[in-house]
């Protein structure tokens, strides 16, 4: 195990819950409904958890967290609240603007472990399986909410 690699791997993983927390902040803002904000607020524990568990390990290895988002999620981050008010009025379009930005992180950090797997050892790998997990679960219950409002 290369432990140089393996910090690099986790800050990425840091960065992703970075940029969800960012996210889900600016969902929270972009709606008026009590539910949601709920939720999404719940959404941002989640990867607040992740991401305080990632900082631990990153510096049991003698490693530096990183602290910041991507300088594209900070872009991302503005054309979203510009767009943000021209477009998500609808829950529904939140919804499942929310649904694809997870879908994505999610997908980014399985990649990002099972690239790695090398790097990383088995009790990390256990913890990072049960963060995918978690955000899995968030996932689900905004995929749910979508989907009803099909019905």
């Not at 602290?67 to 999620?73: F, G, M, V």
């Not at 529904?92 to 649904?99: K, P, V």
């Not at 797997?117 to 997990?133: D, F, G, R, V």
């Amino acid at each position: 195990m290369n432990t140089a690699k393996s910090i690099v791997v986790l800050n990425n993983l840091i960065e992703i819950n970075n940029d969800r927390i960012e996210g889900y902040e600016i969902a929270t803002k972009i709606t008026e409904e009590n539910d949601l904000k709920n939720l999404f607020s719940e959404f941002q524990e989640t990867s607040i958890k992740c991401k305080s568990e990632l900082v631990e390990e990153v510096k049991k290895m003698g490693g530096i967290p990183i602290e910041k988002t991507k300088i594209t999620a900070r872009l991302l981050k503005f054309w979203h609240n510009f767009m943000a008010t021209l477009n998500y009025r609808e829950r529904e379009d939140l919804l499942n603007s929310c649904e694809y930005e997870d879908f994505v992180i999610i997908k980014n950090y399985r990649d990002t472990v099972s690239n790695n797997i090398e790097h990383l050892p088995y009790e990390l790998q256990i913890k990072l399986k049960a963060h995918q997990l978690l955000l899995k679960a968030d996932h689900d219950k905004v995929k749910e909410l979508g989907d009803l409002m099909l019905v």
